[in-house]
């Protein structure tokens, strides 16, 4: 860790191993898989981590407040994403972030703050969803959390996740 004075030991992913025996009775892929926020804290820009095959075919879908600028946007996923918490909310397919954001803006509720930044919100597909985009807006956010720094997060989603 030494060698590495941006990475403190709380920003590494831990093996989440509910997660992991949950997404294999699930059929969902459940290999580890490296962000590549995570791998340019470590200094490892020019290794591309292999695509992931359960965000293949969310390839271009905006599910958060992101604007690329760049022309491309991949899809991202969160590789410390806490499965024992948000998990019923991945697979809410009928809600996307951006519109369960939009909900709660109009509603006046307000999304936890950054662990970066205390000025910013905390981005809500990244870890609530488990994916993002690269072009985020709130990139700044795509950090590991503790369960502890989840609390606001996870008291908003159980008393105000829309219901169909």
């Known amino acids: 860790m030494a060698s590495y004075p941006n990475v403190q030991p709380a920003d590494l992913p831990t093996?989440?191993?509910?997660?992991?025996?949950?997404?294999?009775?699930?059929?969902?892929?459940w290999e580890p898989v490296m962000g590549s926020h995570f791998?340019?804290?470590?200094?490892?820009?020019?290794?591309?981590p292999s695509p992931s095959p359960t965000t293949g075919g969310l390839q271009g879908r905006d599910d958060s407040d992101s604007r690329d600028t760049s022309g491309g946007n991949r899809t991202i996923t969160n590789p410390t994403f806490n499965a024992d918490l948000f998990n019923q909310y991945r697979?809410?397919?009928?809600?996307?972030?951006r519109d369960v954001r939009?909900?709660?803006?109009a509603a006046g509720l307000e999304l936890p703050k950054s662990r970066?930044?205390?000025?910013?919100?905390?981005?809500l597909a990244y870890h609530v969803k488990g994916t993002c985009n690269e072009g985020c807006r709130s990139a700044y956010d795509h950090v590991p959390y503790s369960a502890?720094?989840?609390?606001?997060?996870?008291?908003?989603?159980?008393?105000?996740w829309p219901h169909q």
């Open 148 to 160: 502890s720094q989840y609390a606001p997060m996870v008291q908003l989603c159980s008393e105000h």
């Open 39 to 48: 791998l340019e804290q470590l200094g490892l820009n020019n290794v591309n």
């Open 116 to 123: 970066v930044d205390s000025n910013k919100t905390m981005c």
């Open 102 to 105: 939009a909900r709660w803006l």
């Open 91 to 97: 697979e809410d397919r009928s809600m996307r972030a």
């Open 15 to 29: 093996l989440n191993t509910h997660g992991v025996f949950q997404s294999i009775r699930l059929h969902h892929q």
